[in-house]
């Protein structure tokens, strides 16, 4: 049983060369996006560790498949547990998750997408503060892409998840309107971003890369390091790609 505490669950697949980050292929060879969804991971778990030991919270790994834990060695810091995903899609895996860390003694549930290497601490410990007020509350880092990088929760809301259309720019009205149904108050926290496509790979680059043009940084808010994945990228060939 958890000591009470936030959990900070990180939801992510297995790495796989031909199943990771596909829709980066190309640019990205399939072994190349299956590494860089290895980077995505263990950067963003990095900042997960150090946000749960600042906040007294717990880091987790909500992985799936079944039995892909040998997929995950090396990339998650001391502290940072893995958790199995469980049901059939997106929708019951998300509900699944948060039932099972409240279950195991958690005060407050903040899942998170693995594909935002550089997901700034300051979200992250500003969506544990969210779930840490008084009455009940959502918290949410939406992105820019409609969708949403974080959701924050202190009870099992099903409905939040329930027949959502995933992958698509309707994903955080949708939610918003559900969490207005329930009734729960929404804190929506600033904007963040996900790399999905060549085109968040390439804000992703401007972002790592100082050269300008990076949309969000009139927020005041400071990226993660992303060592991994900034290493990855900067030992990419010219041109992205090494192989099919």
Partial sequence: MADGGIALA????????????????PPLSREQAAELSRCFI??????????????????????TPAGAEGAFAGLLPEG?????????????RLTHATRDLLADGHTGVC??????????AELL????????????????????DGGYALIGLKREHPSL?????WSTSRVLAQTLVRAGGLGVPVSLLPSWYDVDDVAGLELLGCELSGA????????GLKG???????AFLAALPAGGTTGP
């Fill in 161 to 165: 998840f329930a027949d959502v259309a």
């Fill in 42 to 63: 263990a950067d963003v778990a990095d900042t997960v560790g150090a946000v749960a030991r600042d906040a007294g919270g717990r880091g987790y790994a909500v992985i």
């Fill in 125 to 144: 410990a500003r969506a544990v503060a969210v779930l840490r007020e008084p009455g009940e509350a959502i918290a949410l880092v939406p992105a820019i």
């Fill in 111 to 120: 899942l998170i997408n693995a594909d935002g290497p550089t997901l700034p």
């Fill in 80 to 92: 940072v547990r893995i958790l199995t995903q469980r049901g059939a899609d997106l929708s019951a």
């Fill in 224 to 230: 993660a390091a992303a060592p991994r994945t900034r």
């Fill in 212 to 219: 300008g043009g990076f949309v969000l940084e009139g927020q």
């Fill in 10 to 25: 990180i939801m992510c697949k297995a790495p796989v060369a031909g199943e990771s980050k596909t829709r980066l292929c």
